[in-house]
């Protein structure tokens, strides 16, 4: 088999380059969190390679409960029936956590797939996390393989992703809200792709309000975080305490409640630094790794909060944080006491 270098962060465009040439290689690692792309991608490989007529003795797929490494090993050898290719699939098996001799056995198979397999490895409920100190197993996937990196996609690309779902669905919906939409889903295209379909078919109008979102879509955990830290801004404590509620309803673990807090109030108190020192959300959007809408959100929300209301809620939160570790207190009564606090804070200035 011909060597070649893989490469992480080219993998993806190398992946599209070969399906537009219909020349895949023989063996792929698919890994990242974005899920969506990935079985999108799996799909375009299978279609190309297998033939549904004789799918039965050409496809194989194996997963953490069925693979076997002689039935693997077999499957890569064993000439395709009434077609050209074989197309094996092996879901969240991390071969770096093997016994030494079925590592060995792995590296023989991996450097000698014939030319009419091809072989994928996907990660998604395992993480990809290879040990380079195994040499011999990464030169055997590093040199021979490809690996591909299902990213969260850049904001710019899932905007007109999410608007040509929605027009394939005859609605519009403008780039704010699709932003927005975005925002409170956590921004990967598995979350996105289901609620589209949700707020599609509840919309009775051709374009799409930011109503109609919010009647369907369960917020991700740091977007609700935003809303309370909004309403707390607002003078609207009852709200936030009941935003508090709604986290609890959505079975969010307190202390993960409370680590999403201190991360938003950090972010906070960063862009109220940048604001005071003339800087804008560019800046934000580089240190704290945001996209371009939440960054201008965030540096929006610091106005209303002085460098000294941060200062006070880092020291409540830390409180929090050491209370809820260490004493035998409700883990759900010290956060709504933290809330209580932080909006008597924000009330001052």
Known sequence: MAKKTASAAGGL?????????????????FHGEEVFLMNHYLAQVKKLLVNPLTESFNYHRMTSETFDLRDFGDAVENLPMMAEHTYIQVDDIDFFKMAEGDRNRMIDILTDIPEYCTVVFTYETVEWKPDKRMKKLWDAVSE????????????????????????????RIS????AYLIDITGGTMTALSGEIEKISAYSAAGEICRADIDAVTEPVLDAVVFQMTDLMSAGKYAEALGKLQQLLKMQQEPLAILGA??????????????LDCGKSSQELQKLCGLPDYPARKNMEAARRFSPKFFEK????????????????????????MLILQLAQEASHG
């Open 13 to 29: 465009l190398e992946l599209k380059q070969m399906l537009k040439a219909k020349e895949l290689g023989r063996l792929y690692i």
């Open 144 to 171: 021979n393989g490809t690996i591909v990196e299902f990213a969260k996609q850049d904001q710019r690309d899932l905007i007109a992703w999410v608007g040509r779902h929605f027009a394939a669905r005859e609605k």
């Open 175 to 178: 780039t704010d809200l699709c």
């Open 261 to 274: 807090v201190g991360g938003h109030f950090r972010r906070l108190g960063t862009a109220r630094t940048l």
């Open 313 to 336: 809620a880092s020291q409540l939160i830390l409180e929090t944080d050491y209370q809820m570790k260490t004493s035998f207190d409700d883990p759900v009564r010290l956060l709504e």
